[in-house]
């Protein structure tokens, strides 16, 4: 088990010091190490398996853990708490819900059911929605409640903030009523439970001696604070993590816990790792020549003895149609090389990015699959079925009621829901509760809904699970509905696939056989006789309805089927693949124009880049488009800067490098078809560029990325600077007048950041 590992990876493995920060570079075997020094405890007796915690970033990440555990040490994992925060969290409010304050089947929102919730709420409460847009409200409760704040806390400093202060008070009732409760909320709810709780508290305290967190980099501070109550005083904190990989500050991750978490808990206890045993040579100088250029680093230096191996090869092709096709023709002849399609990963900034390389496989009858993108369980037809299902297990879900209601069509009209939400407003129950009190021609329709929700709930105290969803299909409605839309087969395929999804979930969780509403005792300490919450008791409904909102997504795979992977970079982070490309490397796109905004949001980016880099095992591609169709629009741009960033001596250009355009410059949009444009088969051989990171005019220092404040245009960040002295001129995106082009020499600039 330890025989391959270095002396630092053994040294890390083996730590008997109580608190330890590995803070090590992409590929260095963080993961390998944490995964070993688990099957390390249990095997030497330091612990048994229902005393591990470990938590990482993604139901994958998870479900690998346990995988490579298994392998290294015939251990049964099912006591195990190894998981997402989010899942951890779920189970525990799960076991505790009475002291949590939630009902014992209170369900999940996803972001898009958050999304609807709030927009419900918006109307009924005649609240302007243009003035409170529903996404602004999301991002103010979601980022209140990742800083541990209730509507009660938030700071107000003007009306606008009261009153979104306000509105997360009145989602927050809509929550209680209907028993849902959101992501962020699971986190927070699980925090309050252990803080306020002693004995609960406690008793995990107790139970778990070692606590190990992967990806620690990418942790919010109300996570990290979970994870030091639960630690109490005595148990052991192992924590790997690569600030160079930190990726999620747009969503609250606080990079500054790995200094924290230094601080308060592993002192000297600092292990470092230096020999990455992923990449080769070009590749990895690559990713470390990159992240040079960022200025917030606690410094690392990564080495292998791989040898060089390949350059990184860099294409540049007239439009994105033309890249996906390269692409595609590239797969292919890595395919017949010999390479396994699912050693083959596709990389892209944004999922919008992925329908013309899915095109272009499809057509090339290449197998492939997507993560990420539209889930399968976010996929319409699903979250339907999943509505019913839902309102099976509990009534009081008005989201899912509103969801389906009137889906299929039933002829229950708008304003007959807006008399139902009236009438239990002012009676101050849940929708379904209220359907008696609406009088009028509809008011028969809505009762015979509740009827055929009656009806299910009864079928589902004999049904199996994948028995229900199937009469939950064909009584609603459904498979009708879809048998008679045109582009309705694969929706029809998916249907079946979700009763597919809840029979392996039933062969999974030992729950063939059971009715879906069956009480069933899931131990939450299966070795701890002396726990007082030894047992939970659930439904293999409420079981299954948790599984799918927790559900990643990531775990689409059909099983064994050998197809190339495309995913975000974001959803790439700690896998690892043979050959990777990474698409759309243009400015705009990657670094995506949104980061400029934001403060260090172009280091941000340029980390993202790093991740990109660094999954690549053997060869690496870099592709990018100058025009490109998005959200409906053709864009030009430039090559990113990302790629001027990359020393010369580790790249091969397939295709000439473009000249640089002067016009149109980055961030424009222009409504033009891209195949008109008539520059763009022009390709010429390498032109220099005096673009630069960094000038001095009159002792003044200028540099991308910088905040800078000018009399008329306000507030910008540089962007691009070029030519020197007198000369020298910015490119500023000003926040309110867009970008400009200016001559440092003239433009009286103050630099704010
Ligand atoms: P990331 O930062 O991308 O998450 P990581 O630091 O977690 O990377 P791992 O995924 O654990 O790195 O390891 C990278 C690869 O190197 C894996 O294939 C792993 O099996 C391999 N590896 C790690 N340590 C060793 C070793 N001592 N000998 C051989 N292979 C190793
Ligand atoms: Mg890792």
Request: glycine share 8%.
């Amino acid at each position: 088990m330890i025989g391959q590992l270095n002396p630092e990876q053994l040294a890390a493995v083996t730590t008997t010091s109580k608190h330890t920060l590995v803070l090590a570079g992409a590929g260095s075997g963080k993961t390998k190490v944490l995964t070993t020094r688990m099957a390390w405890l249990i095997q030497n007796g330091k612990v048994s398996p229902y005393g591990v915690l470990a938590v990482t970033f993604t139901n994958k990440a998870a479900r690998e853990m346990l995988t490579r555990l298994t392998a290294m040490l015939p251990v049964d994992t099912r006591g195990m708490w190894v998981g997402t925060f989010h899942g951890l969290c779920n189970r525990l409010l799960r076991a505790h819900y009475r002291d949590a304050g939630l009902p014992q089947n209170f369900q999940i929102l996803d972001i898009a059911d958050q999304l609807a919730a709030i927009k419900r709420l918006i109307k009924a409460n005649d609240i302007d929605d243009e003035k409170f847009p529903p996404r602004d409200v999301q991002r103010f409760i979601n980022n209140a409640k990742e800083n541990g704040e209730r509507p009660e806390h938030v700071e107000v400093w003007d009306a606008h903030r009261k009153h979104l202060a306000e509105i997360y008070q009145l989602y927050q009732e809509q929550c209680e009523r209907e028993g849902v409760v959101d992501f962020a909320e699971l986190l927070l709810r699980a925090y309050e439970l252990l803080s306020r709780n002693a004995l609960v508290r406690e008793h995990y305290q107790r139970r778990f001696r070692y606590i190990l967190v992967d990806e620690f980099q990418d942790t919010n501070t109300l996570q990290y604070k979970w994870l030091c109550l639960l630690a109490g005083g005595d148990a052991s904190l192992f924590a790997v993590g690569d600030d160079d990989q930190s990726i999620y500050a747009f969503r609250g991750a606080n990079v500054g816990n790995m200094s924290a978490f230094e601080r308060d808990y592993a002192g000297d206890n600092i292990i470092r790792l230096e020999q990455n045993y992923r990449s080769f040579g070009h590749i990895l100088d690559a990713a470390n020549a990159l992240i040079e250029h960022n200025t917030e680093r606690l410094g690392k230096n990564l080495w292998t003895d791989r040898g060089e191996g390949e350059l990184l090869r860099v294409v540049e092709q007239p439009t994105d149609l033309l890249e996906a096709q390269w692409v595609v023709d590239e797969i292919r002849a890595q395919i017949n090389e010999g390479r396994m399609r699912s050693e083959i990963a596709v990389l892209y900034r944004s999922n919008a990015q992925s329908r013309p390389i899915e095109h272009a496989l499809f057509s090339a009858h290449i197998p492939y699959k997507v993560y990420g993108g539209l889930r399968f369980f976010e996929r319409q037809e699903i979250k339907h079925v999943l509505a019913y299902l839902r309102l099976v297990a509990s009534g009081d879900d008005d989201t899912s009621f509103m969801r389906v209601v009137n889906f299929p069509a039933r002829g229950i009209g708008a304003r007959t829901l807006e008399n139902l939400s009236d009438s239990a407003r002012q009676i101050g129950c849940n929708l379904i509760h209220a359907v008696g009190a609406v009088s009028g021609r509809s008011a028969s329709k809505l009762l015979a809904f509740v009827k055929l929700i009656e009806t299910l709930r009864e079928a589902a105290q004999t049904l199996t699970l994948p028995e229900l969803i199937k009469h939950v299909n064909d009584l609603s409605g459904l498979t009708t509905h879809y048998e008679a839309e045109r582009e309705g087969a694969e929706r029809l395929e998916n249907l079946g696939e979700l009763i597919n999804a809840a029979t392996a979930f039933c062969a999974e969780e030992n729950l063939e056989g059971k009715p879906a509403l069956a009480l069933v005792e899931r131990s939450v300490a299966p070795d701890d006789p002396d726990s007082p919450f030894a047992q939970e008791q659930t439904t293999p409904l409420a079981l299954f309805l948790s599984h799918a909102s927790l559900e990643a997504g990531d775990n689409q795979a059909q099983a064994g089927e050998d197809a190339v992977q495309l995913m975000t970079i974001h959803a790439a982070k700690g896998l690892e693949f043979d050959s990777v490309f990474i698409t759309g490397v243009e400015e705009g796109l990657f670094p995506h124009e949104n980061s400029m905004m934001a403060e260090d949001g172009l280091e941000e980016e340029r980390r993202l880049m790093y991740v990109a880099i660094t999954r690549a095992k053997e060869r690496l591609t870099i592709s990018l488009a100058h025009a490109r169709m998005l959200h409906g629009q053709t864009r030009y741009s430039m090559r990113s800067r990302f790629l001027d960033e990359l020393p010369e001596d580790h790249l091969k250009w397939l295709t000439p490098r473009a000249r640089e355009q002067a016009e149109p410059s980055w961030g424009m949009r222009l409504h033009v078809d891209a195949h008109a444009r008539p520059a763009t088969g022009r390709i010429e051989p390498r032109a220099p560029r005096s673009l630069s990171s960094g000038v001095s005019v009159s002792g003044k220092q200028y540099k991308i990325g910088q905040g800078v404040r000018h009399a008329r245009f306000g507030d910008g960040t540089i962007i691009r600077l070029s030519g020197q002295g007198a000369d020298a001129q910015a490119e500023i995106v000003f926040r309110d007048a867009g970008a400009k082009t200016l001559a440092l020499a003239v433009a009286k600039l103050d630099i704010i950041a």
